[in-house]
Nanobody
């Protein structure tokens, strides 16, 4: 089964940028759709963005459209989340997730999860 390790979180001022990375080990990377989710203190974990196994389809949560970009490099077994124009409300623990590839909506049915990386945006 795939194992996921995130990195790239940190503290940034509002308007700044961060790039999160998630490296996969074990399993065949191209068997998986990949997503990013986030959980703010006291809130449920929410969908942020996802990319299908081949990188040809993406999906974004409405509040991050135009600011965040998800991409994957299948040769490096890595998925990225480029986050620009960050806002204080983007503060959360960000999780990388994987599911066996499937047609349809990319925002749910994720089974494999990383440990999370903290993103803090100061105002």
């Amino acid at each position: 089964q795939v194992q996921l390790v995130e990195s790239g979180g940190g503290l940034v001022q509002a308007g700044g940028s961060l790039r999160l990375s998630c490296v996969a080990s074990e399993g065949t990377f191209t068997n998986y759709d990949l997503g990013w989710f986030r959980q703010a203190p006291g809130k449920e974990r929410d969908f942020v963005a996802a990319v299908n196994w081949s990188g040809t389809r993406t999906l974004y949560e409405e509040s991050v459209k135009g600011r965040f970009t998800i991409s994957r490099d299948n040769t490096k077994k890595t998925v990225y989340l480029q986050m620009n124009s960050l806002k204080p409300e983007d503060t959360a623990v960000y999780y990388c997730a994987a599911r066996l590839y499937a047609d349809g909506n990319l925002s749910y049915d994720y089974f494999y999860w990383g440990q999370g990386t903290q993103v803090t945006v100061s105002s």
